[in-house]
């Protein structure tokens, strides 16, 4: 770790001070209190190093005790490379020290502190016993806890700026390696034929080629470090999906050198990362370890993937919070638990696991090995979360009652997919047997935190979220049906579909508890939504836990929200009771929400100190008629006036609105080809991709028509842009002809003229402009008022053409 840089001036420190001595004033000397300072102080500390301190971490002792530290700060990857014990003013503390080193606490680089005095050990021997109460011998203290380096750690760090380098040059290796035996290998060819359809029936039809190459990579690159981080020699041979993977990939390695040798670059990585496991003192460090290494890994190689599937796993404050107040859910609305049979429990997006280890740690031990085998279940898409889920599982259960038993309740599937009529056999005859067993079981409580995102921003990304027949026809018939705003595509986005299904998955009475995207607890689009799950369940808590970034741009994605990102994130309970069914009525709705400004680790630390719902101030919500939770600010008279347009009344003389006619602009999703300020470079533009896309129309007649698309474009051309519409008509085989009259003026931005190409085929929506403006000449003629649309960030204007 590099120097601290601390000096006695810097505000840190003085607060530190300053802060025991507010306390000394009022005579607090307990623990609880007077750690907080340092705490402060340690996470300031961390930061600067770009490590992390977790306050109350949770571990498990050599000889398997869980103890409860009170702090531990870890580096980026999650490895702990320091611990911290407080202790109160009056305590004695060697005495407390040689207690909690009888305890197993561990001493490799630990300091044990009360505001007088520092003793800190590393590697087991005392390193300083000092007097803090001067700054001086307070900041060596931290610096000699920062500059610890654990053996284990040594290569640790350029091994990772190596494996940056070296994977994406790895991957483009296996990659040819593919290509070249695709040509020259026809047992290689046949046997990737044969995985590619399982995966296309499994997983998606329309998926690509490159996204099972690029499985078979990660596979390849992967395996080791699942055989040995995990001491798991056996993993391959075990694991279901595995074993179908090594087929291919043993017949792809057949002519060439061995596969250790062609990973041998990455060698000096996978030492560096088996030694830093050593690090991990029991098997949930380990997880934590591998869990961020796998956000670490995909942030590297593979961004769009990480982007459509929302990879990112869940903090541990959130999921303890979670599974205790399902626990109470169960206990007070329905008098079970966890733990009773025929309480069916499903995590639909598994990840790598955490709800599902969490869930069990709270099972009974009489009662595990009956959910273990018949009650637990999950499933996942991708194939490295698959893969840490089933050993972390595995390992939980080996954990608590010394046997190895396969997990059987996971599978690699797509939980979406799941609702379709018609399903083919899913990779193996095993996992096919799993997703049968699941589908059948009665689910009692739905639980995880779903993926989310918007669709990518750039349609050339080929990775959009994909459409699901039954799964998206659920929506239509119910949220977006009943919703009365114009734009519902955010209705779509996967963690709705997550609601909606797991809504209908839990059957007459239950529980859903999903950590989400907050936006469905306000937004427009969302009211269909809202009604429906009023009518759906007897009860919704909701904890909002703030961070829409993109809303209060004081708030950093980094610093105050949950997940590091940039949209709100909300808790949600959903409950239903069985008597919903003969006696419905709305759901009582309550909510609460923690301080907009709060950080990351504030909302943390209330989650962990609040342990589950009941211990939570919850406000009771009243809906308004428009199905409007969040009505504070809200003027009810608003009803009352004359709406400016409305969808009822569009296009008809009558009604009760100002203007009969009303449209968003013009949505190219090709703004960069389809406007321009230049009149000729705009139709050579126009030119080039019409070209392109004839052309490639052509390709796919002559090749194979039926061919998927996603094999014929380049998504590299920034010539063009394969949008869905347009991607669409290609597999129809339709052409594209270039029209001069479509050359048009239009006001891109307020005061901004621009040329654009106001095409039915290369405009992804032209709403109602084409009819507002269906001829040059009524560019002048026909007046429009602009106005931003409702929930626009921006405060109210408006202006005339
Ligand atoms: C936000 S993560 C869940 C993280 C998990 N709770 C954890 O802490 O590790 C969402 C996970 O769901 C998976 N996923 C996304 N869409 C899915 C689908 N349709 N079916 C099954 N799994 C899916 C993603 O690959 C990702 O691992």
Not at 584 to 594: D, G, L, N
Request: proline content about 4%.
């Amino acid at each position: 770790m590099p120097q601290l840089n601390l000096k006695s001036s810097h505000k840190a420190i003085r607060d530190y001070y300053a802060t025991l001595q507010q306390y000394d004033r009022h005579a607090v000397t307990h623990e609880g209190a007077v750690s907080n300072p340092f705490a402060f102080l340690l996470d300031s500390c961390a930061k600067q190093v770009n490590a992390t301190l977790i306050s109350q971490y949770a571990m498990r002792t050599t000889n398997g005790n869980r103890i409860v530290i009170d702090g531990a700060i870890l580096d980026e990857f999650g490895l702990p490379f320091a611990y911290w014990e407080a202790k109160d003013i009056d305590d004695n503390l060697p005495k407390a020290v040689a207690e909690k080193q009888a305890a197993g606490y561990p001493l490799d680089n630990t300091c044990f502190q009360t505001p007088q005095r520092i003793i800190l050990y590393q590697n087991g021997q005392i390193a300083l016993d000092v007097d803090i109460t001067e700054p001086a011998e307070l900041i060596a203290a931290l610096q000699y806890l920062f500059a610890y380096v654990p053996p284990a750690l040594d290569n640790w760090q350029t091994a990772v700026a190596d494996f940056r380098e070296h994977v994406p040059d790895l991957a483009n290796r296996l990659k040819e390696l593919i290509d070249q035996r695709h040509e020259t290998d026809p047992a290689f060819k046949e046997a990737f034929a044969d995985f590619y359809e399982t995966c296309r029936t499994a997983i998606n039809p329309e998926l690509s080629q490159d996204a099972v190459e690029e499985m078979l990579i990660q596979h390849i690159l992967t395996e080791r470090i699942f055989r040995t981080v995990f001491e798991r020699s056996d993993f391959t041979r075990r694991n279901i999906i595995a074993r179908e993977i090594e087929n291919v990939s043993d017949a792809l390695m057949r002519h060439a050198v061995s596969r250790d040798a062609f990973l041998a670059p990455l060698d000096r990585f996978y030492i560096a990362i088996e030694q830093a496991a050593t690090l991990c003192r029991d098997f949930t460090q380990k997880q934590h370890f591998l869990n961020t290494f796998y956000e670490k890994f995909f942030q590297g190689f593979s961004e769009d993937v990480a982007d459509t599937h929302g990879i990112v796993y869940t903090p541990q404050p959130i999921v303890d919070f979670m599974v205790k107040s399902v626990e109470h859910v169960l206990k007070t609305e329905f008098n079970r638990s966890l733990s009773d049979t025929g309480v069916h429990i499903i995590d639909p997006f598994v990840g790598t696991g955490n709800f599902i280890v969490r869930l069990m740690q709270d099972i009974r031990g009489t009662a595990l090995e009956k959910k273990y085998r018949n009650e637990l279940h999950c499933n996942e898409v991708m194939l490295l979360p698959y893969y840490i889920a089933s050993l972390n599982i595995e390992q939980e259960y080996f954990q608590r009652t010394g046997t190895y038993l396969p997990f059987e309740g996971i599978a690699l599937a797509d939980t979406f997919e799941l609702l379709e009529q018609e399903q083919g056999e899913l990779f193996t005859r095993e996992n096919t047997e799993r997703v049968k067993r699941q589908k059948a079981a009665d689910m009692f409580v739905v639980i995880g935190n779903p993926p989310y995102n918007m669709g990518q921003i750039n349609e050339n990304d080929n990775n959009k979220n994909r459409k699901y027949k039954a799964m998206d026809g659920r929506i239509a018939e119910t949220y977006t049906k009943d919703s009365k705003a114009t734009l519902r595509n955010k209705l779509y986005d996967p963690y709705v579909k997550a609601i909606r299904w797991a809504s209908d998955r839990i059957g007459e009475a239950g529980v859903v508890a999903f950590v989400t995207n907050n936006g469905f607890l306000e937004r427009m689009a969302f009211d269909g939504m809202r009604k429906h799950l009023t009518d759906d369940f007897d009860v919704i808590y909701t904890l909002d836990l703030g961070g829409n970034v993109r809303e209060n741009p004081k708030l950093s994605g980094t610093t105050h929200n949950v997940f590091g990102i940039q949209v709100g994130v909300s808790i949600n309970l959903f409950i239903k009771r069985s008597s919903l069914k003969t006696d419905p009525k709305p759901a009582e709705i309550f909510y609460a929400r923690v301080d907009e400004f709060w950080r990351k680790e504030e909302k943390y630390h209330y989650l962990n100190s609040k342990q589950h719902y009941q211990n939570i101030d919850w406000q009771q919500l009243t809906p308004d008629s428009r199905y409007t939770w969040l009505t504070e600010g809200l003027h009810a008279e608003f009803d009352t006036f004359i709406p400016m347009g409305s969808k009822e009344t569009k296009n008809t003389k009558d009604g009760e609105t100002i203007f009969s006619l009303y449209s968003l602009g013009v949505a190219t999703n090709r703004d960069v080809l389809a406007y321009a300020f230049d009149l000729e470079l705009l139709q050579k533009r126009v030119d080039t991709f019409i070209e392109i896309y004839n052309t490639t129309v052509d390709r796919k007649r002559r090749y194979n028509p039926t061919t998927s698309v996603e094999s014929f474009i380049d998504t590299t051309d920034s010539r063009i842009k394969w949008t869905r519409q347009v991607k669409a008509s290609l597999k129809k085989l339709e052409q594209s002809v270039y029209e001069a009259a479509n050359f048009r003026t239009s006001l891109y931005r307020p005061f901004c003229q621009k040329y654009l190409y106001f095409d039915h085929f290369w405009n992804e929506e032209r709403c109602q402009q084409h009819r507002i403006f269906p001829t040059p000449e009524t560019e002048t003629e026909n007046r429009v008022i602009c106005v931003p649309s409702k929930g626009g960030r921006a405060d109210f204007w408006c202006y005339l053409t």
